[in-house]
């Protein structure tokens, strides 16, 4: 039952590695809440441009006739991870948690696994 | 979160043959409510076309997402968040709530409330909003009711919030042609959500603009009729798309399919100009029948905070948001809108 900003503070407390996650609705691309981040590193940017990525996954999908629904969507550069993960929720229609994380320090799987429980979380 | 630290500094303040540019102190008081003098300068339009006035930097912290982008969408509100004040903004489009200069919520006839949205979300039954409007609305504490009830979670009240501020927020910053007035004291009964700085909510609706302009140039879908293009073959449509298109049938316009489908007014005018922009969905032909629907829909719900459809400001506010008929005014606004868009 947590809030928005509890939610993100959790992720960034809980999952090694986390430098910055952001809650964004992928259709304006808004940012609804951020946390972390850095001057060089601006989430409401990587929010908006990150709605992109996921749009066209879906739209690949549907040229490829796939049913099924993304669960996340992995970037790793050369010292970091980018974690999308759709919000499936009753309410959370259209929603992506994006998290980024420091390559050396984090360990993904259980990066996945935390982002899954704070969704479940915020119960959207 | 995101906080925005450097509050914006004073504006140039602009004579005004009525003086009406800083409001006297004792108009904070709710008891002046009906106060004439309440009425801040009519001439106050925020259509920024032509404005000589260097407006105030909005949001220091990013620089402008766009050369074309005016610098303030509303000088009106700049001033009112400068001085901190507590009220209602009235638009042509809808009302902005503010308290201490933050907006605290913010309402459009062309948006489907939160109402809507937490209903059509599935997340609660019209009946206990019903109830909870009726139970709390008085207090202002229909927010913190629902969340204490434990039917909806503070995170899912705060992002359906969040989302349909910003919502109705687009539409009311939106280019108006009428003036606007600030009635202080004014408090929504929705109560305390999350609030959101001025600087914010312009940056992100001036962001939202560029983006419908990227998209697809053409505003047209986001306020006619729409029909379905016949596409020699049409390409699959992801599937959110795909129930905006579902609705277009001749008649409704985007606002329509926004409440049918209980989705954002925003997104579903994001969806339109995709799917113009793929040859899916254009306008209605001017022989179609223009858009009778009632287009006040959802700000009448519960008690109002200030005056509701019957109060004294009734015909007013009825007069500030219902569209022009006269076909000569609409078109001048939509090719200024055009203009002011290059």
């Known amino acids: ?124 | 979160m995101t906080a925005i630290g450097t509050p914006p500094p004073p504006l140039p303040v602009r004579r005004k043959p009525n003086g009406g540019a800083q409001a006297p102190a004792d108009l904070t008081s709710p008891a002046d409510l009906t106060s004439p003098a309440d009425l801040t300068s009519p001439t106050d339009l925020t259509s920024s076309a032509g404005r000589p006035e260097p407006a105030a930097p909005v949001g220091a912290v990013t620089p402008a997402p766009s050369p074309a982008v005016p610098p303030g969408l509303s000088p009106m509100l700049n001033r009112l968040a400068a001085e901190r004040a507590t009220g209602v903004l009235l638009r042509e489009h809808g009302r902005l709530y503010l308290v201490d200069g933050r907006i605290m919520h913010a309402e459009s006839p062309e948006t489907p409330g939160l109402d809507v949205l937490l209903t059509m979300g599935g997340l609660l039954d019209t009946e206990f909003w019903r109830e909870a409007v009726a139970q709390a609305g008085a207090r202002r504490r229909v927010g913190r009711f629902l969340v204490d009830s434990g039917r909806v979670s503070e995170g899912a009240l705060e992002l359906c919030h969040v989302g349909a501020l910003f919502d109705a927020a687009y539409f009311v910053l939106g280019p108006s042609s009428a003036p606007a007035r600030f009635r202080y004291g004014a408090v929504h009964w929705l109560g305390p959500v999350r609030p959101v700085p001025v600087a914010a909510l312009e940056r992100e609706t001036l962001r939202r603009r560029a983006l419908l302009h990227r998209i697809w140039p053409d505003p047209a879908t986001d306020s006619a009729p729409l029909v379905r293009a016949d596409a020699p073959a049409e390409p699959p449509v992801p599937a959110r798309q795909g129930a905006v298109l579902g609705q277009v049938n001749g008649a409704r316009t985007a606002a329509d399919i926004s409440r049918a489908l209980g989705r954002p007014a925003f997104h579903t005018l994001v969806d339109l100009r995709r799917l113009a922009a793929a040859g899916l969905v254009r306008t209605a032909p001017a022989a179609a029948p223009p858009q009778t629907s009632p287009r006040r829909p959802s700000i009448a719900h519960g008690p109002d905070g200030l005056d509701g459809p019957d109060g004294p400001d009734a015909s007013v506010s009825a007069l500030l948001t219902e569209p022009s008929a006269d076909p000569d005014v609409s078109l001048l606004r939509r090719l200024r809108d055009a203009l002011e868009a290059l």
């Open chain 1, 1 to 124: 039952m947590a809030n928005t900003e509890t939610a993100l503070k959790e992720a960034l407390a809980s999952i090694e590695g986390a430098t910055g996650a952001a809650l964004v609705d992928y259709t304006s691309g808004m940012a609804l809440g951020t946390i972390g981040g850095s001057k060089s590193f601006d989430l409401n940017v990587a929010a908006a441009g990150n709605t992109d990525v996921v749009r066209a996954k879906l739209r690949t999908m549907e040229h490829l006739g796939l049913k099924g629904e993304i669960e996340d969507i992995l970037i790793t550069l050369s010292d970091q991870y980018h974690l999308i993960r759709l919000l499936t929720g009753r309410g959370g229609n259209g929603l992506f948690l994006y998290l980024v994380l420091d390559l050396k320090r984090s360990n993904l799987a259980m990066a996945r696994h935390q982002l899954k429980k704070i969704e479940a979380e915020l119960e959207v």
